[in-house]
C-alpha cells in the first residue's frame, strides 16, 4: 500500500504561483514513477506532469509547459509541482498519482497505469 497526501492549493490571482507537495507513505517511494493530475468542475481528470523514480524522465501536458515544474525528493519521499504564471484555466483539484516501475517505457498521460491517488488539493485562480 502506498499513501500519498497532497498540499499546498490555494486561491491565487493570474499570474501568481504556488507550489503543491505529494507526502508518500508506505512502500518504497523511490521506486514508484509519479505524476499529477488536475480535475476541474464538471470536467474529466487531465494529465499535467510525470516524472520518474531517477528523475531522468519527465513529460508535461501542453498547456502548462514553461509555466510548471514538477520534481521529487526521494529521501523525502516527496512529489512537487511549482506553478508559476497561473491562469484561471488551471483551476482544480490536483491529485498526485503513483504508479509501478514497470512502467517506465509507458507514457505519463496513461492515468489507468497509476494505482495509487491522493485525496487531492483545490487549486484556484483568479482573474
Known amino acids: 500500500q502506498v499513501q500519498l497526501v497532497e498540499s499546498g492549493g490555494g486561491l491565487v490571482q493570474a499570474g501568481g504561483s504556488l507550489r503543491l507537495s505529494c507526502v508518500a507513505s508506505g512502500r518504497i517511494f523511490a521506486a514508484y514513477g509519479m505524476g499529477w493530475f488536475r480535475q476541474a468542475l464538471g470536467n474529466e481528470r487531465e494529465f499535467v506532469a510525470g516524472i520518474s523514480w531517477r528523475g531522468d524522465k519527465i513529460s508535461y501536458a501542453d498547456s502548462v509547459k514553461g509555466r510548471f515544474t514538477i520534481s521529487r525528493d526521494n529521501a523525502k519521499n516527496s512529489l512537487y509541482l511549482q506553478m508559476n504564471s497561473l491562469k484561471p484555466e488551471d483551476t482544480a483539484v490536483y491529485f498526485c498519482?503513483?504508479?509501478?516501475?514497470?512502467?517506465?517505457?509507458?507514457?505519463?498521460?496513461?492515468?489507468?497505469?497509476?494505482?495509487?491517488w491522493g485525496q487531492g488539493t483545490q487549486v484556484t485562480v483568479s482573474s
Open positions: 498519482a503513483t504508479r509501478s516501475p514497470e512502467y517506465y517505457d509507458r507514457s505519463f498521460s496513461a492515468s489507468e497505469l497509476y494505482g495509487y
